[in-house]
């Protein structure tokens, strides 16, 4: 069975830096999407940034410039790289892996359990 494991995160200052890992395990579709979502305490979960298996990229407003997202598709594993942090980035950043066959228009969809980091001032 597929799962998505995250590690990274931790406690910095504004304007630190962390870098998020999300390894995968099992097998998925060559055709896939993954992400990186945060939540805040009273706040619905939001996008981070999330990467095509083409390649196409996509950022939150509020991390452009700051955030890198990548992968390693021979690690089967992908990344965040989070400079200029801020306290408003505080949340529980969490994986998801979106995956679907060609000949099947129903994704699968997989969340790992998430990984906190905490920005102080």
């Known amino acids: 069975q597929v799962q998505l494991v995250e590690s990274g995160g931790g406690l910095v200052h504004a304007g630190g830096s962390l870098r998020l890992s999300c390894a995968v395990s099992g097998q998925i579709y060559s055709i896939n999407t993954m992400g990186w979502y945060r939540q805040a305490p009273g706040n619905q979960r939001e996008l981070v940034a999330t990467?095509?298996?083409?390649?196409?990229?996509v950022y939150a407003d509020s991390v452009k410039g700051r955030f890198t997202i990548s992968k390693d598709n021979a690690k089967n594993t992908v990344y965040l790289q989070m400079n200029s942090l801020k306290p408003e980035d505080t949340a529980v950043y969490s994986c998801?892996?979106?995956?679907?066959?060609?000949?099947?228009?129903?994704?699968?969809?997989?969340w790992g359990q998430g990984t906190q980091v905490t920005v102080s001032s």
């Open positions: 998801k892996l979106v995956s679907r066959s060609s000949y099947i228009v129903v994704p699968d969809v997989y």
């Open positions: 990467i095509t298996s083409s390649g196409t990229i």
